[in-house]
């Protein structure tokens, strides 16, 4: 565990060191001002088979490079024992995790084929190399020559597998295998090819060629721009929020650095961290979201077209019965004796729901006026409408308009009240008239004042001098300033003016486009009514929508919000403060979303967290600091382990070789497995799944044996001594390995081309991808089984 923090510390370094990027001014719409784009300096495939590779290996690295050095130069069996073993449990054991935990109907193939057959055949090469300098061209010697030869080998790889990714073969890429450059305004559906200032860029070497949909990129689009928070790209986000009402600020702050984050390109590193730190109760490189707020990111990413930016499909915003009058108000005559009352119930219509209808007095008295109403009103499973009776008294005498109130309500058992919900409109005025008239039809005023940001737009619709009868009238909108479909969603329509009913609403859409702008009007008018009424004076009014004056400051706000939250699930740490608050507090800091194991596990590590909090942060001098104090401190650790693997191994009765390949091999190779598998389940790709694991065995014969052999081989020759390195178990080891290697690698192409398998590397069918996974650590256990009874002189 000590390891595993000081190489998170160790990957944040290497994470600085690679996110340089230089800018590059292209021609812009705007004559005065270039639009300026950040370009990484660091090739992916150069990162990730050096810095990386070396942060992810490098417990193994110096471990045979400690254990050479600390034995006066002569060979031992626990640094090579290690790497080989570690190289099994990668490829073997990791790749069946992630072939296997692939969500069911889903699937991942590598994007960059050629780079991983570059780094696959090299991962073999390195192990038949191995052999032939063990039991061919200097048998149970390491000459100079060869120890030379096997590290200059990892040059080699390096720069075959840059040149892969340049695509320096001929053979175009399908897609673009950088991520780095975000050019041009395309519309969905159009074909778009490199052209003009990118063909400049691909000739330089910064770019890939491609050909994609435009839609596709709509997937990949970085609300960052020069590491900052993209402020078009924040209000298109909002847009979408809003779609899921009841969220806060913070909880929109929140959801777009979780879209952030997920729409970024992640390297292996990056999910090694996370492994590492899930494990150690650690900060989480992920934002830690409540159950509300995963509903409504799962709900947003569920929509396939775009992901990560763009339209949602509507969510409804109740997951209740809605029960509500059907108007607001309605007036009926002294002497109608009885008459009925509509109750509408809309949203969920599955369940069986009550709910309590009541009588308010008003100017109208109960007993006196009307028949007082206290009832409990029960709507089966897919009843839509209830009907309550209501009774006027006819008291002979002449009385001005009075009017008293009907009130809907929950039951107050807490079960009754459970799947359902009140409405808008759950309380009704109606009002006594002493007339028979069918009225007249009208708007309550001449204008309403709307904010831009109130969603919809409610306009009242009243009926005046007389309720009798049902009636309806024709609504239109008419464009003024503000313009339909542009400001607001206009249109015609009816309203329908049941028997006794006074008040009807128009709902109208405003459009929130979230950009300040002047005041614009727009207007309805009412035309054509039936049943006898007739239009009133005020048949047309006009509706203004007003900018929100808190606009800026709510988009300012909420941008702080969000690089706040994105900030604090960096990776590296740029001062010690945020360093040592890390280490002292468990998940970070975070301590609403922490687990109980997230506790259990920072007591256990909170001793190397404290101590490695002192290595100098990777904010200092570009990372590079950093890089070089983590690798020592790591080289010291590793001195230990290799110390307490011997011990432990002679107290069990374990040799050496045995010790390395399970135990320390698996040891080291724990965090890769997590990582791994949360990068399977989470890339689109398996690149960063199994595409680095070949890369990163290929680097561990080369530096891992390449570098202490090369040392070892010239201090011996120095000394007039051959570096002697019995083949014995390790000749046996690596063959076994090489082998089983091969048919590895063969069982992930096979899958990757053959239809019964689903053309994937990982995923696919459900049944073939159990059965690839019982094959890879079949081979696993088949290594350790035949390793260790050689070592024990059983072979």
């Excluded at 021609?27 to 990484?40: F, N």
């Excluded at 399908?174 to 063909?199: P, R, V």
């Amino acid at each position: 565990m000590g390891v595993a923090i000081i190489a998170d510390i160790f990957m944040g370094a290497i994470e600085k060191i690679t996110s340089k990027t230089r800018k590059v001014y292209l021609t812009s719409e705007k004559e005065d001002e270039p639009e300026v784009i950040e370009v990484r300096i660091w090739s992916d495939a150069v990162a990730n088979l050096t810095l990386m590779a070396l942060g992810s290996s490098a417990p193994e690295i110096l471990l045979s490079v400690i254990e050479v050095i600390g034995n006066d130069f002569e060979a031992k069996d626990l640094g090579p024992g290690t790497i080989v073993g570690s190289a099994a449990f990668n490829l073997f054991v990791i790749s069946a995790v992630c072939v296997m935990s692939i969500p069911a109907g889903e699937k991942r193939r590598i994007r960059d084929l050629k780079v991983f057959l570059v780094t696959a055949v090299f991962s073999v090469v390195a192990y038949l190399w191995l052999l032939i300098i063990l039991m061919v061209t200097s048998p149970n010697v390491v000459e100079v020559w060869e120890a030379v030869v096997t590290f200059l080998l990892f040059p080699l790889l390096v720069l075959l597998a840059w040149l892969a990714e340049r695509n320096f073969c001929g053979v175009p890429n399908k897609t673009d295998t950088s991520k780095q450059i975000e050019l041009g305004n395309f519309q969905t559906g159009e074909m778009e090819e490199a052209a003009g200032c990118e063909k400049f860029l691909v000739c330089l070497g910064l770019k890939q060629p491609r050909r994609v949909r435009a839609d596709k990129l709509l997937k990949e689009k970085q609300y960052f721009r020069d590491g900052r928070l993209d402020r078009d790209g924040l209000v298109a986000f909002i847009k979408e929020v809003k779609n899921y009402p009841g969220l806060t600020d913070e909880d929109a702050a929140v959801l777009a650095a979780s879209k952030l984050v997920e729409s970024q390109s992640h390297s292996r590193m990056w999910y090694r961290v996370g492994a590492v730190r899930n494990m150690t109760g650690g900060r989480k490189t992920q934002p830690q979201l409540s159950t509300k707020l995963k509903e409504v990111y799962n709900a947003m990413n569920e929509h396939p077209e775009a992901p990560t930016l763009g339209d949602v499909p509507k969510v409804m915003p109740h997951q209740n019965a809605i029960i509500d009058f059907h108007a607001a108000s309605c007036a009926v005559m002294e002497n109608i004796g009885k008459f009925k009352v509509a109750i509408i119930r809309s949203g969920r219509t599955d369940n069986e729901v009550s709910i309590r209808v009541e009588t308010i007095d008003g100017t109208a008295t109960e007993d006196q006026d009307y028949v007082p109403i206290n009832e409990i009103v029960t709507f089966g499973p897919g009843e839509t409408e209830k009907l309550i009776e209501v009774e006027i008294i006819n008291d002979n005498q002449w009385e001005p308009d009075e009017e008293f109130f009907l009130k809907i309500s929950l039951l107050f058992n807490a079960e009754k009240r459970q799947g359902v919900q009140l409405g808008r409109i759950s309380i009704m005025e109606i009002t006594i008239l002493n007339d028979d008239e069918p009225g007249l039809v009208m708007f309550q005023k001449r204008g309403f004042l709307v904010k831009e940001s109130i969603g919809k737009a409610i306009i009242p619709v009243v009926r005046k001098n007389g309720a009798d009868g049902e009636i309806t009238v024709k609504w239109r909108t008419v464009d003024k300033t503000a313009i339909s479909g542009r400001d607001f969603e206009g249109g015609e329509g009816v309203l329908v003016f049941k028997h006794t009913e006074i008040e009807q609403n128009i709902e109208i859409p405003i459009i929130d486009d979230m950009t300040p702008e002047k005041d614009e009007h727009f207007e309805i008018e009412l035309l054509e009514p039936t049943g006898g009424a007739k239009l009133g004076q005020i048949n047309r009014t006009a509706v203004t929508i007003t900018n929100d004056d808190d606009f800026n400051n709510v988009l300012a706000n909420m941008m702080i919000m969000t690089n706040a939250n994105v900030h604090a699930l960096q990776v590296h740490h740029e001062t010690y403060l945020s360093q040592i608050k890390d280490a002292l507090n468990v998940n970070g800091g975070d301590i609403e979303n922490a687990t109980g194991m997230d506790y259990v596990m920072h007591f256990l590590t909170f001793g190397w967290k404290i101590i490695f909090s002192l290595v100098p942060p990777p904010g200092i001098l570009g990372g590079w600091l950093c890089f070089f104090v983590s690798l020592a401190a790591i080289g010291l650790l590793t001195a230990i382990i290799g110390d307490l693997a011997a011990t432990f191994g002679c107290l069990v009765g374990l040799k050496n070789s045995v010790t390395a390949i399970t135990f320390v091999a698996l040891g080291t190779s724990l965090p890769d497995t997590f990582a791994s598998k949360t990068a399977a389940v989470q890339e689109k790709y398996a690149d960063n799944a199994v595409g680095n694991v070949t890369g990163s065995n290929s680097v561990n014969v080369f530096l891992g044996l390449g570098a202490p052999w090369l040392l070892a081989a010239i201090v011996n020759m120095i000394r007039g001594k051959e570096f002697y390195v019995p083949a014995g178990n390790l000749s046996f080891s690596v063959s076994i390995f090489t082998g089983l290697c091969i048919l590895c690698i063969g069982l992930l192409l096979l899958r990757r081309f053959l239809g019964v398998f689903g053309k994937a590397e990982l995923g696919g069918n459900i049944i073939m991808k159990y059965v690839s996974g019982a094959i890879m650590i079949l081979f696993w256990l088949i290594y350790v089984l035949c390793t260790s009874f050689q070592a024990y002189g059983y072979f």
